[in-house]
């Protein structure tokens, strides 16, 4: 499973008009993954500037771009969130605290694609370092994590693939509307696309 390492590194280019398939979103929604609804202020209170240096150092040009890509990462872990645990709750499948626990070290790893060899409270501490130099609040770790866990147990219980899973999602029809300010929601690979994100805006750190 890799969490979005595509989505986080990508380099696009910034879309002047984003078509959406589906319907937009009300005002004030950043995105809607069926019946669940994702507030702009959802998005905008996990982005701040505490990690403006780190991130200008990671290769940010400017504060705008630093925001804009932030904003970005913060709305795929909170559509992930919703859209695994949709899936699995139509599968019949509730993830308990325990169910999920057991999922902790493979979500990091995959979320790192296999770079960091912490475990446990080691590897959260990795991952709060991260989000803070790409100026994310760290109060989105539990966030990412849960999204991880939810995409480790749906790959469990159907077998697939990191490859394979767009597909095995697809069979449960789930709906997902994203506000263009953010791009556009690709069900084939079950990413944000068509928002700038630069190529410093990784998960996978150079951090020691």
């Known amino acids: 499973m890799k969490l979005r390492p595509v989505v986080l590194a990508a380099a696009c280019a910034a879309a002047v008009a984003l078509v959406l398939t589906g319907c937009s979103p009300k005002v004030g929604t950043a995105a809607k993954v ?10 905008n209170d996990q982005v701040h500037a ?3 240096n780190e991130a200008m150092a990671l290769g940010a040009t400017s504060v705008q ?10 709305l795929q872990f909170l559509i992930d969130e919703k859209l695994f645990g949709d899936v699995l709750a139509r599968m019949g499948v509730h993830p308990d605290r325990v169910m999920l626990a057991e999922q902790h070290d493979a979500a990091i790893d995959l979320l790192f694609n296999g770079t960091v060899p912490q475990t446990g409270a080691d590897a959260d501490k990795v991952l ?8 994310i609040d760290t109060d989105l770790a539990p966030t990412v994590l ?4 939810l995409q480790a147990v749906l790959l ?3 077998g697939a693939s990191p490859v394979d899973l767009p597909a095995a999602v697809a069979k449960y029809n789930p709906h997902v509307d994203v506000n263009p300010r953010y791009g556009s929601w690709d069900a084939s690979t079950l990413m944000l696309v068509g928002l700038s994100l630069p190529s410093f805006l990784s998960l996978s750190p150079n951090i020691s």
């Open 50 to 52: 505490l990690g403006l």
């Open 146 to 149: 849960r999204a991880g866990e």
């Open 34 to 43: 069926n019946q669940h609804e994702i507030s702009q202020d959802d998005v």
């Open 65 to 74: 771009e630093q925001v804009a890509a932030a904003r970005g990462v913060v």
């Open 156 to 158: 469990e219980r159907t």
């Open 128 to 135: 709060d370092t991260a989000l803070q130099q790409r100026g």
